[in-house]
């Protein structure tokens, strides 16, 4: 009987082994994979959810409304970093670090009503009474926008799951994550937000003015009142240009009879005239630029990493160095892709023949004798006997100094020159006619020394040329105000004769012997 029970216990414990082995391990091996496998199928159902979320948010997470006189586009979108940008082109920026969280708002304007800015522009005291009525406009505006984002995110969330799971569970899953992480970024961003970092702004174009003006983050609290006429002036400068381009006649965009050529000057190191200059291009559909010099200020090789700006711009964009660029500002320019420098050679661009020259002087190079104006017109000379019998012949010759150019009147039509930091035009008895752009960069860190009373304004021009023959049709005059000032400006002039005749200028000379001096500086 011993035997007996001992036989049929090792027989249970064997079989008790056997099952340990066989379908219990198999048992243990499937729940373990299943697990395993379940955790990734939730973090795949998460990880689409949030993708999806932040598709459908930068799609749909944006709302137009109303705030004075402008309607204001809100747009939520996914960043790294929590900020707020509000884009006052062609002004420039505002940067506030308002928040935490993956998340950031941006506030662009889309169109000013035109008779809520004469409004303003007419009455300084309407600023004020805006003023009550814009902080309600731009919480209204701001759940707006928060509740399209939620609605676009959720919805984005659940078009991503359904396409890639084609399951309800799943997809459900996916869009119930995206609503909690949504959730939890806005509960976020809203616990954080904080309304003092409206008074550290940073600014970019020409709103980098503005602290300038106003003085630092701790003066504003203190000097408030001027503070908000400041910024009111920057609302009456968006205000008149929206105005004054929304009355102009323009060319058609699609009209391929006509080169559009945006013409600047004297920049001299002002970061806010690419605001400008860029705004521009976009807003009248420029070719090409043309920069008749003086890009920087000392010429110096720290100030090269200025000149990387240009390739930003997109279009050709043609230059000639000034007396306040060096060699090595020619080398910055030239290592530009789009950027055609022109030193005594002539090229062509949009079907029109142009010649350019650098200005031979380095005005910072204190130890070189700058020359007189005898020696640049002899330099002048040489080069308009270079281009003399050009074929085909020159639509226009660029300049830095327009003495320099002086020799090719009644030899081109047009010349474009910069250098006094003041735009002016004459028509030469020969015909040449000379266009002198102002600073586009309002004369630099010089034009802060002039102080708020005088500012050189930032001034560019758009000239209409016509494809086939070459000659100027019309151009615009933009002015914008220097430091301190609102003032913006757009004038249009027409070309009475385009096609007029060009004479020697000996020969004209002769005809009026008593000619007006150019007005120059």
């Known amino acids: 009987m011993r035997e007996t029970l001992r036989y049929l216990w090792n027989r249970l414990r064997a079989a008790g082994r056997g099952l340990a082995a066989g379908p219990g391990a198999r048992l243990r091996d499937r729940l373990r994979t299943f697990a395993r496998a379940r955790v990734t199928r939730v973090v795949l159902v998460l990880l689409v959810g949030v993708g999806g979320a932040g598709v459908g948010v930068a799609a749909g997470g944006s709302v137009t409304t109303a705030i004075g006189p402008a309607d204001v586009q809100l747009s939520l979108r996914p960043a790294l970093q929590g ?52 902080a309600s406009e731009v919480r209204d505006g701001v759940i707006r926008m928060g509740a399209h984002a939620l609605l676009f995110g959720v919805l984005g969330a659940a078009l991503a799951g359904g396409v890639l799971f084609r399951d309800v569970r799943r997809t459900a899953g996916a869009t119930a994550g995206a609503l909690v992480t949504l959730g939890a970024v806005g509960v976020t961003a809203v616990g954080t937000f904080n309304a003092n970092a409206i008074a ?71 970061p806010a005239a690419w605001t400008i200059i860029s705004s521009l291009r976009d807003q009248f559909q420029a070719d090409f630029i043309v920069d008749s010099g003086d890009l920087t200020d000392r010429g110096n090789p720290a100030e090269d990493v200025f000149a990387d700006e240009i390739s930003d711009l997109d279009v050709p964009y043609v230059w000639v160095r000034g007396n306040h660029d060096s060699t090595s500002t020619q080398e910055a320019v030239e290592a530009q892709d789009n950027a055609v420098v022109l030193d005594g050679e002539a090229t062509e661009i949009e079907g029109l023949r142009v010649y350019g020259a650098g200005d031979p002087r380095f005005t910072p190079d204190k130890s070189a004798d700058p020359g007189t104006e005898d020696d640049l017109t002899e330099i002048g000379e040489l080069q308009a006997q270079s281009q003399a019998d050009a074929d085909p012949p020159l639509d226009f010759v660029v300049m830095h100094d327009p003495v320099q150019a002086e020799p090719f009147s009644g030899q081109v039509p047009l010349v474009l020159a910069g250098h006094g930091h003041r735009r002016w035009e004459e028509t030469k008895p020969s015909g040449t006619q000379f266009l002198v752009q102002g600073s586009t960069g309002g004369a630099g860190l010089r034009g802060l020394e002039t102080g708020v009373d005088s500012p050189t304004p930032y001034q560019a021009s758009v000239l209409y040329f016509d494809r086939e023959t070459g000659r100027l049709q019309a151009r615009d005059d933009i002015d914008l105000g220097g430091l301190g000032l609102t003032s913006a400006q757009i004038e249009r002039h027409v070309e009475s004769d385009p096609d007029r005749d060009l004479e020697p200028e000996d020969e004209a000379a002769s005809e009026d012997s008593s000619p007006e001096a150019s007005p120059r500086e």
């Open 83 to 134: 900020e707020t940008v509000v884009d006052v082109s062609p002004l420039g920026r505002l940067s506030f670090d308002t928040h935490t969280g993956p998340l950031r708002i941006d506030a662009r304007i889309v169109e000013i009503r035109l008779d809520a800015a004469e409004e303003i522009i007419d009455d300084p005291d309407a600023i004020n009474r805006m003023a009550e009525s814009v």
């Open 200 to 270: 550290e702004p940073r600014y970019t174009g020409l709103l980098a003015g503005a602290p300038q003006v106003v003085g630092n983050a701790y003066d504003v609290v203190d000097r408030f009142e001027e503070y908000q006429e400041q910024l009111a002036g920057l609302v009456g400068n968006v205000s008149t240009l929206y105005q004054v381009t929304s009355t102009l006649p323009v060319y058609e965009e699609d009209d391929e009879s006509t080169v559009r050529v945006l013409h600047v000057s004297d920049i001299h190191l002002n």
